[in-house]
């Protein structure tokens, strides 16, 4: 099983809720990639490289990416994350406005603001405006996870990962 994190930048720095997306996703396996794509994003994949739990990180840059679109973001993202069994993203107005696309070109469900990760298939998240935790179940063979970063501490950063 392994997993895919969508690191959310600005072509400069890493944010923080990346972080936290990332001890998400080492809950779920030791396989962890992280996807960089931007322009001229050099300083963002040497800190992705970094981040601990994080086995490969991938990047790609484009002079159309400069802007970080949602739209063209999701379509690299469904092209490459296709090998993972979890794309995992922060639950930001920019991971919230990927997620969806990228479960919609995967004909998948997404899951929003996971506060929880029981297993590979079953997460905890709010509902009813946050009044109430329901604990969903997904069986689709890749699942899209936005992930409440307040919820999970963040990944450390003494890592050596392998940028590719």
């Given at each position: ?6 690191a ?7 944010k ?6 990332t001890?998400?996703?080492?809950t ?10 931007g322009y ?8 992705a ?5 994080v ?19 999701a379509?690299?993202i ?11 993203m922060?639950s ?10 990228v479960?919609?070109?995967l ?33 689709d ?24």
């Amino acid at each position: 099983m392994s997993v895919l994190v969508i690191a959310e930048h600005n072509n400069a720095l890493l944010k923080s809720a990346t972080l936290n997306t990332t001890t998400a996703a080492t809950t779920l396996s030791n396989e962890v990639d992280m996807l960089v794509i931007g322009y001229e994003c050099i300083n963002v994949i040497m800190q992705a490289s970094k981040v601990n739990g994080v086995c490969r990180v991938l990047t790609c840059e484009a002079e159309h990416y400069r802007d970080l679109g949602a739209e063209n973001i999701a379509a690299f993202i469904v092209e490459h994350g296709r090998n993972y069994t979890h794309i995992l993203m922060p639950s930001t107005p920019w991971g919230k406005s990927i997620a969806p696309r990228v479960a919609a070109l995967l004909d998948v469900a997404q899951i929003s603001d996971v506060v929880a990760i029981k297993s590979s298939d079953t997460y905890v998240r709010p509902t009813y405006a946050g009044n109430v935790l329901t604990t969903v179940r997904c069986l689709d063979p890749v699942t899209v996870l936005t992930i409440r970063t307040t919820n999970f501490e963040p990944a450390g950063l003494e890592n050596q990962a392998v940028v590719e």
